[in-house]
Structures are given as structure tokens and as C-alpha cells.
């Protein structure tokens, strides 16, 4: 019987600052070749188990590790990360962070070219990578300029040049649209079948549950489950805060909104990057109560249209009108007595020492600190026990909730979420939608872009399809989805309803 490449007995971590165990007494092996799904809730340990496997747990973020942990032969713990990701390559959960060079040419390079390897080999680890993620367009652009889940696949594509033998992924579908989902899960079809093991942390079950050998799930630190994941998802999961995939939820009636004054209006926008057109003449208006959901595909633009509404960007054309007033020229601060926007990397929001200062900061500087709300607004986003903890130091899916929280602080009338699912778990979804329907029941206007259609179908009466630089369709759900030609464009799929 081949050795086993991660062996864990007994093992414990303590965070460096709160003290606070993060991992409990966990316990068990993966042999070569398996492909993992690491299932749980967010801040259960699944980004720390994955940061302790290639050696960034303890040696960049420091902490105290206990009991018996071998990966590929090694000691994390006494082995350095450059070591370590020889054999152990790591997806973090914001590729953002790994996406370094000027380049993405010279991103995928960075790896190999640390390892000492010759130039030629170098070249060609980067381009076969580039060729798999598919994203030899983008060699030559700024990973700073990517979409989310373009960077995703830069992030992933750097990490596959290195070659390694295990492959660890944190959250890797969080930002994909339907297209780039399914070839990362042939991908990883085919990684598997070459013989690499394959460890994938990740709330979207039915992306990978099929495909999966094994399926463990972390719950307060704990193994709480290790199985074959129809075996595991067979159970009553929904205690350790998992969300089995369902069918396709039935729409509950609503009143249609969309005749009404708008909020917040896109009217014509224009917008370019890198000399390329990024919005053509884009148009969108979201009224009172409404919540639209924002669609497309990777680097359609949805961020950049999300991020004119507030005034973090403003275009060489076309005008944006908040209450029927035009941005112009207006302050950013000013807006935001008006128009609450939470982007896609909401580490980047968080400054406060900690969540309950956070909460509070955006009400005290616009004169609109209601604490009762606030702790409301704590108590639903489940961030009670976290309010003394700095933001910096919490869970992707815990500083979502912390930066969704701490906007709707503040009561806009209009608010822009992106990716307001990602990283977040079943309980934090259903929470999140009720309390945005709750919201839009008070008059909010809301306007969201997502690749999450199962959260965004019961949810969003309007469809706004964004392609080529424009809103393509505007429309209910049933009539996006009965356009097929659109659909394939937008790289959507009603597959993902299911999900």
C-alpha cells in the first residue's frame, strides 16, 4: 500500500492573537491520487487547514500547531513554504492576493522561476498553464485589471506551472461564471486521472460532490464527518450548516416594480481599460423595492457598472443619476449617504479594529448611528461572537458578512452587492436573502451581480444580462433563460439552478 501523502493525528491550532482554537483534535489521512471535498461552515477551519497543509500555518501567519502532521514527506511546521510548494500548491480564497506580477505572463512565470528552473522550462509550464485555464488573451494584461474570476483562473493557472502533487484549493468556483465552472471541473477531472490529489474546499456542493472520492466535513475545528459524499450528504448536514443541492425553487408571486422612478439610473455608460472597451452605451435602471440581479460573464464589466453607481468610477460618457440627480462630479462620501456599494473583495472595506466598530463607523460618519439597528443587523449576520475579533483576522465568508453588515449600517437607498454569496455558507445565504427582501420590502433599491443563479432565482425578479459592454436583456427569469443564444453568450447555464 502506497504511503499516505497527508497524514493527520491529533492535530490542534491556536490563533497567534485571540488565543482561540481553530482546529480541534483533527485526525486522519488522504493516500495519493484522492480527490477530497472539504465541506463546512464558514469559520469552521476549512482556509486554515488549507494554509496549514503548505506551511503558510505557522510560518507567515504564526499561531501554535500541535500533534503529528506529515504532507508529501514533510513537516509543514519545520519545512518553509518556498519548500513546501514544490509538491503542496495552494489556491488561496482571494486570488487577488496571490496575483502579483505586472503581467499575468509574468505571474505564471514567478513560480517556476523561483524554483531555479531554465528559462525555456519556464516559458513552457507558463503557456501549457495559460492553455489549460484558458487565458492565454489575457498574458498581457495587469492582474490588478481582471475580474475576480479571471484572476481565479491566473491564481490557479500560477499554481498548476509549479506541478505539483498535491493540489489545494480554497473556494475555487467562488467567482466563476457557468462556463469557467464546468472547465475547471474537467480539469480537475483530468488532474485527477494524471494522478494528482486533489483537496477542494468549497460551499457550492453540487459543483463537485459528483465528481469527489471522499467528502470531510470540519465543524467548530472538528472532523465531524469522512465518507463518500453521497454517504455524508445522505445525513442531516444542514446541522454542521451545509446546503445539500436542491432542485430548482419554486417563485413565490411578487408585485412588479420596474414602472417606477429609479433610484439609481445607468444611463449610456462608457467605460474602457487597457485601450479595450469594457461598457458600450450601458444602461440599467433599479427602482424602490426592486432587486435585480446583474449577470454575465467573467470581465463582462459587472463590477466596473456596479462601481459607477457610486462614483468610485465615472466614465469619459454617458450619466448616473441617484435620485434623480446626476453624479458629476459629487463626492464619494456624499454618495454614500445615498448608495451603499460592497465590492467583490470586501477585505479591502474592512479598517475598523474590530466588527463592532466597524458596524458603527459608516452610521457615525454620515450622522445615522442607530445602535438598536446595528445590533440587529449583528445578531442576523451571526456576527455576535465575533464583535471584539479585528475584521482582518476573520473567515472570507465571515468579512462578507462583516462588510454587507456594516453598509446596510448606514441605510442607503440604493445597494450594489458583488458576489454577494461567495465564500458564504448555506446559513449566511438564506439570511442574506431574507434580509435583502426584507430591505427591498422598505423601499431599497438593489442591484446585484452574481454567478449564483440558485440563490439569485427565488430571489430576483429581474434578469439584467450584460454582454459586449451592454445590457442585452432585461427581463424576468423565465424569458433569460428561454434565450438560449443569450444565455451562451453570457456564459450562463440553467444547470447551475441545480447546483
Known amino acids: 500500500m502506497a504511503a499516505q501523502i497527508v497524514t493527520c493525528r491529533g492535530v490542534n491550532y491556536r490563533y497567534p492573537v485571540t488565543g482561540a482554537l481553530a482546529l480541534r483534535n483533527l485526525d486522519f489521512a488522504i493516500a495519493p491520487g484522492e480527490f477530497v471535498l472539504l465541506a463546512g461552515a464558514s469559520g469552521s477551519g476549512k482556509s486554515t487547514l488549507c494554509r496549514l497543509l503548505n506551511g503558510l500555518i505557522p510560518h507567515l501567519h504564526g499561531g501554535e500547531v500541535e500533534g503529528n502532521l506529515t504532507v508529501a514527506d514533510a513537516d509543514p511546521r519545520r519545512t518553509p513554504p518556498h519548500r513546501m510548494n514544490r509538491v503542496v500548491g495552494l489556491l488561496l480564497q482571494r486570488p487577488d492576493a496571490q496575483c502579483l506580477a505586472a503581467t499575468v505572463a509574468r505571474d505564471l512565470a514567478f513560480g517556476p522561476a523561483c524554483q531555479g528552473l531554465e528559462r525555456p522550462t519556464i516559458a513552457r509550464r507558463a503557456r501549457e498553464a495559460a492553455e489549460r485555464l484558458d487565458i492565454v488573451h489575457l498574458l498581457e494584461r495587469a492582474p490588478h485589471t481582471l475580474s475576480g474570476g479571471e484572476q481565479q483562473r491566473v491564481a490557479l493557472a500560477g499554481v498548476l506551472a509549479l506541478k505539483p502533487r498535491l493540489l489545494v484549493l480554497d473556494e475555487p468556483f467562488a467567482f466563476l461564471d457557468a462556463v469557467g465552472a464546468a472547465r475547471l471541473r474537467e480539469l480537475l477531472r483530468q488532474l485527477r486521472a494524471a494522478g494528482v490529489t486533489l483537496i477542494v474546499a468549497e460551499h457550492r456542493l453540487g459543483e463537485i460532490a459528483s465528481d469527489a472520492d471522499r467528502m470531510l466535513v470540519l465543524h467548530e475545528g472538528r472532523l465531524v464527518a469522512d465518507g463518500p459524499p453521497t454517504a455524508v450528504l445522505g445525513g442531516d448536514v444542514e446541522k454542521w450548516g451545509l446546503e445539500p443541492p436542491e432542485p430548482l425553487p419554486a417563485l413565490p408571486p411578487r408585485m412588479a416594480t420596474a414602472a417606477a422612478t429609479?433610484?439609481?439610473?445607468?444611463?449610456?455608460?462608457?467605460?474602457?481599460?487597457?485601450?479595450?472597451?469594457?461598457?458600450?452605451?450601458?444602461?440599467?435602471?433599479?427602482?424602490?423595492?426592486?432587486?435585480?440581479?446583474?449577470?454575465?460573464?467573467?470581465?463582462?464589466?459587472?463590477?466596473?457598472?456596479?462601481?459607477?453607481?457610486?462614483?468610485?468610477?465615472?466614465?469619459?460618457?454617458?450619466?448616473?443619476?441617484?435620485?434623480?440627480?446626476?453624479?458629476?462630479?459629487?463626492?464619494?462620501?456624499?454618495?454614500?449617504?445615498?448608495?451603499?456599494?460592497?465590492?467583490?473583495?470586501?477585505?479591502?472595506?474592512?479598517?475598523?479594529?474590530?466588527?463592532?466598530?466597524?458596524?458603527?463607523?459608516?452610521?457615525?460618519?454620515?450622522?445615522?448611528?442607530?445602535?438598536?439597528?446595528?445590533?440587529?443587523?449583528?445578531?442576523?449576520?451571526?456576527?455576535d461572537p465575533l464583535l471584539d475579533r479585528p475584521p482582518q483576522l476573520l473567515s472570507a465568508g465571515e468579512q462578507r458578512r462583516t462588510a454587507i453588515a456594516a453598509v446596510l449600517a448606514?441605510?442607503?437607498?440604493?445597494?450594489?452587492?458583488d458576489e454577494p454569496t461567495a465564500g458564504q455558507d448555506a446559513r449566511a445565504r438564506a439570511i442574506l436573502r431574507a434580509l435583502l427582501e426584507e430591505c427591498a420590502s422598505e423601499g431599497v433599491a438593489i442591484t446585484l451581480a452574481t454567478h449564483d443563479l440558485a440563490w439569485a432565482y427565488p430571489l430576483c425578479r429581474r434578469w439584467a444580462v450584460l454582454t459586449e459592454g451592454r445590457i442585452a436583456a432585461d427581463a424576468d427569469p423565465a424569458t433569460i433563460l428561454a434565450q438560449t443564444e443569450l444565455m451562451y453568450r453570457a456564459h450562463l447555464s440553467a444547470l447551475a439552478l441545480a447546483a
Open 262 to 383: 429609479p433610484v439609481i439610473e445607468w444611463d449610456r455608460i462608457w467605460c474602457e481599460r487597457d485601450g479595450q472597451s469594457v461598457l458600450r452605451a450601458a444602461s440599467l435602471r433599479s427602482a424602490a423595492g426592486e432587486i435585480v440581479a446583474l449577470l454575465g460573464a467573467n470581465g463582462a464589466g459587472k463590477s466596473t457598472l456596479l462601481r459607477h453607481g457610486n462614483g468610485l468610477l465615472r466614465g469619459p460618457r454617458g450619466t448616473v443619476r441617484v435620485l434623480g440627480r446626476p453624479v458629476g462630479r459629487r463626492p464619494v462620501a456624499e454618495l454614500a449617504r445615498e448608495v451603499g456599494l460592497v465590492i467583490q473583495q470586501p477585505a479591502r472595506m474592512l479598517f475598523a479594529s474590530t466588527v463592532r466598530a466597524e458596524l458603527a463607523a459608516g452610521p457615525r460618519a454620515l450622522s445615522r448611528h442607530d445602535p438598536n439597528w446595528c445590533a440587529r443587523l449583528s445578531e442576523r449576520f451571526g456576527l
Open 410 to 417: 448606514s441605510r442607503p437607498r440604493a445597494l450594489l452587492l
